[in-house]
């Protein structure tokens, strides 16, 4: 079994930057894929970005490219997103997922609130 814990959210104005961090336990990430998604008030899950564990490949959303970067830790079975120039509408709560290679289940963090003002 495979816990995520995010960290890093919190409130931050325009133009700022924070860095959220997500830990897997019971296990090493190993091979598959981290995400990160997003979820605001009244809306739908949406893809942030998303990092092939093995490879280290990325890619982005077209609403963050360019602002965020996606990163992994393998000494310490951390990833991270790395958030620049955030924006009001980047406001919601951030979660980390994992999907191992080739299985059909996947796992969640429980989310970090990201608050931008303006």
């Known amino acids: 079994q495979v816990q995520l814990v995010e960290s890093g959210g919190g409130l931050v104005q325009a133009g700022g930057s924070l860095r959220l961090s997500c830990v897997a336990s019971?296990?090493?990430?190993?091979?598959?894929?981290v995400g990160w998604f997003r979820q605001a008030p009244g809306k739908e899950r949406e893809f942030v970005a998303i990092i092939s564990w093995n490879s280290g490949s990325t890619s982005y959303a077209n609403s963050v490219k360019g602002r965020f970067t996606v990163s992994r830790d393998n000494a310490n079975n951390t990833v991270y997103l790395q958030m620049n120039s955030l924006k009001p509408e980047d406001t919601a709560v951030y979660y980390c997922n994992y999907r191992p290679a080739g299985a059909t289940t996947d796992y969640w963090g429980q989310g970090t609130q990201v608050t931008v003002s303006s």
């Open positions: 019971g296990r090493t990430f190993g091979s598959g894929f």
